[in-house]
C-alpha cells in the first residue's frame, strides 16, 4: 500500500488553527501571553533576517530565534547542503560504524578552537552543558561544581542545577549540590575552592540574561585559580559563540584563556537541525572513554546524525567565506554606539552595552518627576514592564521583533542574524527613536499599553 502525505494541503487546511492547536495539546500559557501583549502575528514565510506575514508585510528580526538563526533564515548554503545529504541516502545512525560527516565537523569546529582536541555531538545547548558536567565529574572525581549568579546554562536537570535564576529551579529540587558565585568575584571562587570538592566553574562570557559581561581578566584569572585547585574551567558558548560577540568564541576576547570545556549550539544548526557540541581537551575525553568496556558510557541517540552534520558544516563554510565574524564585529559596533549616542537623550535610557551583534539596553529610573511617577506605578506593579511596554510597539508600529532580556529585567536583548547590515541598524535605531520619543512625551499608546499591562500584571499575583 502506497501512503501518500501532502504537507502543504495540510498546512493550507489547518494551518489557520495554530493558536488554538498550540493552546489545546501544548503550552496553554504560550498562546495566552501572545494574545496579551499584542505578539499573535501570523507569519507567512522567512529569508534572511526578516518575516513576511499574509499581507506582504515584512518583519526585521533582532531576536534570531534566541540566538539560532545565526545566519538569518534558510540560508540557500544550508539549504543545498540539506537537500544534498538527504538525497545522498546514507546509511546513518547505524550506531556501528564511523559516518564521515561527524569526523570532518569536528575537524573543522576544532580548527577554530585552539587548545581544545575532541568533540562531543548532541542536540541541544542544555545537552552540551549535561555533557560537559558529566565529563568535568568524571575526569576530577569531584561532585561540586560553580556557576554564576544569574546564569543561563538550560532547563534539564543537570543544567538547571547549575542556572542562577530562582524562577527556572524553583519547584524543581532536588538538585544537583552545585553552588552559585558572583560573577566576577575571584575572592568567592576562591574560597569555594579551598573546600576541596570542587570539580569545575561553568561561566558565560557574556550573560544571556541581562547581557552582562565578565570583567576584563576575570576569565583568565578564574582559569588559574581553577587549575591550581586541579578543577576545570567550562566555558558555556551556546548563545555567544560562533561570531556573536565578533570573534569565534567570546572568550577569545581576553588573551591566555584556555578552557577545559567548551559549549555550543544554537548558530550551528543553521536554524533547521538541532544540533549541540562540547569540545574539549584530549585527556578528558580519555578520561571517560577510557576502555572499550565505557564505549558507549555517554552517548545520544541522534547524536551527529547527517543532517545536523551537514548542517553544521554549511554554518562553518559559510561563515569563513562570508565573512559573517567581521560583520558581526563591525555591525555591531555601530548598532551599539548609535544607540549609546541615545543615553544623553533619553533620561529612561539607562545603559547600553555588549559585545558584536550582542546588545543590551537598559532602562532605569527617570529624573523627571512625571515620567519618575509613572516609572514607580509600573516597577510596583512587576519589575520589567517597561521594557516590555517597549518591545511591543517596536512590533506593531514598526514591525521589528525584540524581546526582554529575562523575567522581571528592564533590559531588551538584541541578538540579530549575523548577516545584518547597515540598513537593519538605521531601521532599528529609527524605530527605536521614535518609541523612546512616545515614552518621553508622557502620553500617547505607550503609556495607555503600559496601564493595560499593570491589570493583567496586578490579575496574576
Same mark, same amino acid.
Given at each position: 500500500?502506497?501512503?501518500?502525505? $501532502? +504537507?502543504?494541503?495540510? +498546512?493550507?487546511?489547518?494551518?489557520?488553527?495554530?493558536?488554538e492547536?498550540?493552546?489545546?495539546y501544548?503550552?496553554?500559557?504560550?498562546?495566552?501571553?501572545?494574545?496579551?501583549?499584542?505578539?499573535?502575528?501570523?507569519?507567512? /514565510?522567512?529569508?534572511?533576517?526578516?518575516?513576511?506575514?499574509?499581507d506582504?508585510?515584512?518583519?526585521?528580526?533582532?531576536?534570531?530565534?534566541?540566538?539560532?538563526?545565526?545566519l538569518?533564515?534558510?540560508?540557500?548554503?544550508?539549504?543545498?547542503?540539506?537537500?544534498?545529504?538527504?538525497?545522498?541516502?546514507? %546509511?546513518d545512525?547505524?550506531r556501528?560504524?564511523?559516518q564521515?560527516?561527524?569526523g570532518?565537523?569536528?575537524?573543522?569546529?576544532?580548527?577554530?578552537?585552539?587548545? +581544545? $582536541?575532541?568533540?562531543f555531538?548532541?542536540?541541544?545547548?542544555?545537552?552540551?552543558?549535561?555533557?560537559?558536567l558529566?565529563?568535568? /565529574?568524571?575526569?576530577?572525581?569531584?561532585p561540586?561544581?560553580?556557576?554564576?549568579?544569574?546564569?543561563f546554562?538550560g532547563?534539564?536537570?543537570?543544567?538547571?542545577?547549575?542556572?542562577?535564576?530562582?524562577?527556572?529551579?524553583?519547584?524543581?529540587?532536588?538538585?544537583?549540590?552545585?553552588t552559585?558565585?558572583?560573577?566576577?568575584?575571584?575572592?568567592?571562587?576562591?574560597?569555594?575552592?579551598?573546600?576541596?570538592?570542587?570539580?569545575?566553574?561553568?561561566?558565560?562570557p557574556?550573560?544571556?540574561?541581562?547581557?552582562?559581561?565578565?570583567?576584563?581578566?576575570?576569565?583568565?584569572?578564574?582559569?588559574?585559580?581553577?587549575?591550581?585547585?586541579?578543577?576545570?574551567?567550562?566555558?558555556?558558548?551556546?548563545?555567544?559563540?560562533?561570531?556573536?560577540?565578533?570573534?569565534f568564541?567570546?572568550?577569545?576576547?581576553?588573551?591566555?584563556?584556555?578552557?577545559?570545556?567548551?559549549?555550543?549550539?544554537? %548558530?550551528?544548526s543553521?536554524?533547521?537541525?538541532?544540533?549541540?557540541?562540547?569540545?574539549?581537551?584530549?585527556?578528558?575525553?580519555?578520561?571517560?572513554?577510557?576502555s572499550?568496556?565505557?564505549? +558507549?558510557?555517554?552517548?545520544?541517540?541522534?547524536g551527529?546524525?547527517?543532517?545536523?552534520?551537514?548542517?553544521?558544516?554549511?554554518?562553518?563554510a559559510?561563515?569563513e567565506?562570508e565573512?559573517?565574524?567581521?560583520?558581526?564585529?563591525?555591525?555591531?559596533?555601530?548598532?551599539?554606539?548609535?544607540?549609546?549616542?541615545?543615553?544623553?537623550k533619553?533620561?529612561?535610557?539607562?545603559?547600553?552595552?555588549?559585545?558584536?551583534?550582542?546588545?543590551?539596553?537598559?532602562?532605569?529610573?527617570?529624573r523627571?518627576?512625571?515620567?519618575?511617577? /509613572?516609572?514607580?506605578?509600573?516597577?510596583?506593579?512587576?519589575?520589567g514592564?517597561?521594557?516590555?511596554?517597549?518591545?511591543?510597539?517596536?512590533?506593531?508600529?514598526?514591525?521589528?521583533?525584540?524581546?526582554v532580556s529575562?523575567?522581571r529585567?528592564?533590559?531588551?536583548?538584541?541578538?540579530?542574524?549575523?548577516?545584518?547590515?547597515?540598513?537593519?541598524?538605521?531601521?532599528?535605531?529609527?524605530?527605536?527613536?521614535?518609541?523612546?520619543d512616545?515614552?518621553?512625551?508622557g502620553?500617547?499608546?505607550?503609556?495607555?499599553?503600559?496601564?493595560t499591562?499593570?491589570?493583567?500584571?496586578?490579575?496574576?499575583?
Amino acid at each position: 500500500m502506497t501512503t501518500e502525505f $501532502d +504537507l502543504g494541503a495540510l +498546512l493550507a487546511e489547518r494551518g489557520a488553527e495554530r493558536y488554538e492547536l498550540h493552546g489545546k495539546y501544548l503550552n496553554h500559557q504560550l498562546p495566552r501571553m501572545l494574545h496579551t501583549i499584542g505578539f499573535d502575528k501570523v507569519y507567512e /514565510r522567512g529569508e534572511g533576517a526578516y518575516f513576511w506575514d499574509a499581507d506582504g508585510n515584512d518583519y526585521l528580526d533582532m531576536l534570531a530565534g534566541f540566538g539560532v538563526m545565526g545566519l538569518g533564515r534558510h540560508h540557500p548554503v544550508v539549504r543545498k547542503a540539506l537537500h544534498d545529504v538527504l538525497d545522498a541516502g546514507l %546509511a546513518d545512525l547505524t550506531r556501528f560504524d564511523c559516518q564521515p560527516l561527524p569526523g570532518l565537523l569536528a575537524e573543522k569546529l576544532l580548527a577554530h578552537s585552539p587548545h +581544545l $582536541d575532541r568533540v562531543f555531538f548532541g542536540n541541544s545547548g542544555t545537552e552540551a552543558v549535561e555533557t560537559a558536567l558529566k565529563f568535568a /565529574r568524571y575526569a576530577t572525581g569531584r561532585p561540586r561544581v560553580l556557576y554564576c549568579d544569574h546564569a543561563f546554562h538550560g532547563l534539564t536537570t543537570g543544567s538547571l542545577s547549575v542556572n542562577g535564576e530562582a524562577g527556572f529551579r524553583d519547584g524543581f529540587a532536588p538538585l544537583l549540590p552545585d553552588t552559585p558565585v558572583p560573577l566576577g568575584d575571584l575572592d568567592a571562587l576562591a574560597a569555594e575552592l579551598k573546600k576541596g570538592d570542587v570539580a569545575a566553574l561553568i561561566v558565560e562570557p557574556i550573560q544571556g540574561k541581562g547581557v552582562h559581561e565578565a570583567p576584563p581578566g576575570y576569565l583568565r584569572a578564574a582559569q588559574e585559580l581553577l587549575h591550581r585547585h586541579k578543577a576545570l574551567l567550562v566555558v558555556d558558548e551556546v548563545q555567544t559563540g560562533l561570531g556573536r560577540t565578533g570573534d569565534f568564541y567570546a572568550y577569545q576576547h581576553e588573551d591566555g584563556v584556555e578552557p577545559d570545556l567548551v559549549c555550543v549550539a544554537k %548558530a550551528l544548526s543553521g536554524g533547521y537541525v538541532p544540533v549541540g557540541a562540547t569540545l574539549g581537551k584530549d585527556w578528558i575525553f580519555k578520561k571517560v572513554y577510557s576502555s572499550m568496556d565505557r564505549v +558507549l558510557v555517554h552517548s545520544a541517540s541522534f547524536g551527529s546524525n547527517a543532517q545536523a552534520m551537514a548542517a553544521g558544516l554549511a554554518v562553518l563554510a559559510v561563515m569563513e567565506n562570508e565573512q559573517t565574524v567581521a560583520n558581526a564585529r563591525l555591525t555591531g559596533d555601530l548598532l551599539k554606539s548609535r544607540l549609546a549616542a541615545l543615553t544623553e537623550k533619553y533620561e529612561l535610557l539607562a545603559d547600553v552595552r555588549g559585545r558584536g551583534l550582542m546588545i543590551g539596553i537598559e532602562f532605569g529610573r527617570p529624573r523627571s518627576l512625571k515620567l519618575r511617577s /509613572r516609572w514607580t506605578m509600573l516597577q510596583a506593579a512587576r519589575k520589567g514592564l517597561f521594557a516590555q511596554m517597549v518591545v511591543v510597539p517596536l512590533l506593531q508600529r514598526h514591525r521589528i521583533l525584540t524581546q526582554v532580556s529575562g523575567d522581571r529585567l528592564e533590559v531588551i536583548k538584541l541578538i540579530p542574524p549575523l548577516i545584518i547590515g547597515e540598513a537593519e541598524v538605521d531601521r532599528f535605531v529609527e524605530a527605536f527613536t521614535a518609541v523612546m520619543d512616545d515614552a518621553h512625551s508622557g502620553g500617547g499608546l505607550m503609556w495607555e499599553f503600559g496601564s493595560t499591562l499593570v491589570k493583567q500584571a496586578v490579575a496574576n499575583r
